[in-house]
C-alpha cells in the first residue's frame, strides 16, 4: 500500500533518488540544498550506498562522474554558485555519455547572491552553462510529491540516454513541507542502464548501430577495458583529430535528445481547455500561478496554466499547438526574463507575451499575478 508522510521538498528529493536506485552522492553542502547531503548521509549506508562529502564542487562532480563510470547510479546536490563550478565536467559527462543526476535548488543571485531566497535564476545556465553544442535535458518540480516521482523520472532517463540530467528545483519546493502520498515500489518504473556484453580489451565501446543513439557499455571492473576522455573520440573512446569522426559523435550526441523530445518533454497544463489566456510558468512558481487561475476562473476570466515540466528541451511544439485558441500569454517567472526568451521565440508575432518577474528574492503572490492580469487587460493586452 502507498505510504503517507510529512516530507520537505529536498527529503523528497533524495528518497526519491534512493527508490531510482541511487547509491552514490558525493556533494559539497550549500543553501539551500544542503538538507539533501545531509540526508543523503544518513540514508545512504542504510540502503548499501557510499556517501561522502567533497572539498568542492568540482570535486563532487567529478567524483560522480567516476562512481557512475563504475556502474553505481549517482547523483549530487548543489545551488548556484556551485552549479557555475560544475559546468566544466557536466560537459565532460555528456561528451563521455555518463549518466548521472545533478540537482540544482536555485537561489537569489548572481554570485553568493541572497542564499536563503528564492529564484529560478539557472533556468538558462542549465542549458548553456557549459561551452559547445552539447545535449541537455532538465526536469522541474513544483511539488513535494512531484519532486519525489520526477527525481525517478530523472535518473530513468540519465540511464536510457547516457547523459547527465539536471533537476532544477528552487527553494520554494526545497524547504517546502507537505503531506504527500508515497507510491507503492511495486509500482515504480526504474530504468536500468544498457549494458555490452562483450569481453576483453579495447572494443568499440562507443559503437552506435544505425539508427540508434545511445552505446552499450560495461562499467569499469566488468570485464571491459576503455577509455574515456573529454576529447572527440572514435567508438573505442580514444582521441580523434578526424572532422568527419567529431561532426558524426557531436551531431549522435545532439540527435539522442533532439529526436526523442516525445519521450522526454512533459508539460502540465491546467484549465487550458477554453483558455483565452496563458500563464506559463515552472517550479515553484507554479504554486501561486495555480492560486491565481483559480481566482480568475471564479471571476470569469478564460486563463489557463502551462507549466513545462521538462524545462530543457523546451516544449515550444506543445505550446504552439494552443496558439490558436490563445488571446495572450504571460510569462511568470522568479528571474528577469529566462523562459521568457524561449516562450517568445515559439511563439514569435503570432500572440502577444506579457512577462512578470522577480529578483529581489521575494516570493512572487496570486494578487501579483492578478493584477498583472488586470493591468494587461487595462491596456489591451498590448506587449
Known amino acids: 500500500m502507498s505510504k503517507a508522510v510529512l516530507m520537505q521538498g529536498n527529503e523528497a528529493a533524495v528518497e526519491g533518488a534512493i527508490a531510482a536506485g541511487m547509491r552514490f552522492f558525493a556533494g559539497y553542502p550549500i543553501t539551500p540544498s544542503t538538507e539533501i547531503a545531509e540526508q543523503s548521509a544518513v540514508r545512504l549506508p542504510q540502503v548499501g550506498g557510499k556517501f561522502i562529502q567533497m572539498e568542492d564542487e568540482l570535486a563532487s562532480i567529478a567524483a560522480v562522474l567516476g562512481a557512475s563510470a563504475a556502474g553505481l547510479k ?8 556551485g552549479f557555475s563550478l560544475m559546468q566544466e565536467n557536466l560537459g565532460y559527462g555528456m561528451m563521455a555519455e555518463i549518466p548521472c543526476v545533478v540537482v540544482d535548488v536555485q537561489r537569489a543571485g548572481p554570485s553568493t547572491g541572497l542564499a536563503t531566497s528564492p529564484a529560478q535564476g539557472d533556468y538558462m545556465q542549465a542549458r548553456w552553462g557549459t561551452h559547445g553544442d552539447h545535449p541537455v535535458i532538465a526536469l522541474s518540480p513544483s511539488s513535494v ?9 530523472a535518473f530513468n532517463l540519465a540511464e536510457k540516454y547516457r547523459t547527465p540530467v539536471l533537476f532544477l528545483m528552487d527553494e520554494i519546493v526545497g524547504h517546502m513541507r507537505e503531506g504527500v502520498e508515497l507510491p507503492r515500489p511495486s509500482d515504480l518504473i526504474i530504468n536500468q542502464r544498457k549494458m555490452s556484453f562483450h569481453d576483453g580489451a579495447n572494443k568499440q565501446c562507443y559503437y552506435v548501430p544505425e539508427g540508434q543513439y545511445v552505446p552499450a557499455m560495461k562499467p569499469f571492473g566488468h570485464g571491459e577495458r576503455y577509455n574515456i576522455t573529454g576529447n572527440a573520440h572514435d567508438e573505442s573512446g580514444f582521441p580523434t583529430n578526424s572532422s568527419e569522426i567529431a561532426g558524426k559523435l557531436v551531431t549522435r550526441l545532439l540527435d539522442k535528445v533532439e529526436k526523442n523530445t516525445g519521450d522526454i518533454v512533459r508539460v502540465e497544463e491546467y484549465a487550458m ?7 506559463v510558468c515552472f517550479g515553484g512558481t507554479a504554486r501561486a500561478v495555480m492560486d491565481a487561475v483559480l481566482e480568475a476562473r471564479a471571476a470569469g476570466k478564460r486563463v489557463g496554466m502551462f507549466r513545462p515540466v521538462t524545462v530543457w528541451p523546451f516544449p515550444a511544439g506543445q505550446l504552439r499547438a494552443r496558439l490558436p485558441q490563445l488571446k495572450r500569454l504571460l510569462m511568470v517567472e522568479h528571474n528577469h526574463g529566462q523562459m521568457l526568451l ?4 515559439a511563439v514569435g508575432r503570432e500572440k502577444p507575451v506579457d512577462f512578470l518577474g522577480r529578483v529581489d528574492g521575494t516570493v512572487i503572490s496570486p494578487r501579483d499575478i492578478l493584477d498583472k492580469l488586470n493591468e494587461m487587460e487595462e491596456n489591451g493586452y498590448a506587449q
Do not use: F, H, K, N
Open 74 to 81: 549517482a547523483m549530487t546536490a548543489t545551488s548556484g554558485p
Open 145 to 153: 510529491l512531484e519532486t519525489y516521482t520526477l527525481i525517478i523520472r
Open 273 to 279: 481547455d477554453d483558455a483565452e489566456t496563458a500563464i
Open 342 to 345: 524561449e516562450v517568445q521565440r
